[in-house]
C-alpha cells in the first residue's frame, strides 16, 4: 500500500514503489552517485538506476521488485532520469536518511513523486513529499 493517505482525483501513476526500509535504497543510491544524473528503469523485474561518465565509465544498480513492499508497473517499461546531487533532488535526501518507509511514484504526465514517512522522537508519524516535475523539450521549428 502506498504511503499516501490522500488521492488525488484522476491521478494514474504508471510506477509506485514502497519500501519500508529507506536507508537500504539511501546507501544503494549514494553508492552509485558520482555524476550528477541518474537514469531510472523500471520493469517488471525491479528497478535499475543508471550512472554514466562520458560514455566510458557506468554504474547499474538492480534492486529487485521483491525487496519493494509494493511493486506496480502498469506498462512494460517505465523510465525517467533524475539528478542524484546538484539539482532538485538534493533536499530531499535529509528526508530519505530519516525516514522510516519511502514510496516512489511517476505518473502518466512523467511526474516524480518521492513520499516519506517519518516517526519524530515522541513516535509521531509524519510525511514528507517531494514533487518533481519533467523537464519539457520544446522542438524549434
Known amino acids: 500500500m502506498p504511503l499516501s493517505t490522500q488521492s488525488q482525483p484522476g491521478e494514474q501513476h504508471v510506477f509506485v514503489a514502497s519500501l519500508d526500509n529507506a536507508r537500504n535504497l539511501s546507501n544503494i543510491l549514494k553508492a552509485i552517485a558520482f555524476k550528477d544524473h541518474a537514469i531510472f ?7 535499475k ?8 565509465l557506468q554504474a547499474n544498480a538492480f534492486i529487485q521488485a521483491d525487496i519493494f513492499q509494493e511493486f506496480t508497473i502498469r506498462e512494460d517499461l517505465v523510465g525517467f532520469q533524475i539528478n542524484l546531487t546538484m539539482s532538485l533532488l538534493k533536499p530531499s535526501t535529509k528526508a530519505l ?6 514510496s516512489v511514484r511517476t505518473d502518466t504526465r512523467g511526474f516524480l513523486s518521492l ?25 524549434d521549428e
Open 41 to 47: 528503469s523500471a520493469t517488471p523485474n525491479g528497478l
Open 49 to 56: 538506476v543508471t550512472v554514466e561518465d562520458s560514455k566510458c
Open 97 to 102: 536518511a530519516l525516514s522510516c518507509k519511502v
Open 115 to 139: 513520499q516519506y514517512l517519518i516517526r519524530n522522537d515522541d513516535g509521531q508519524i509524519c510525511f514528507v513529499e517531494y514533487y518533481c516535475c519533467p523537464d519539457i523539450e520544446v522542438d
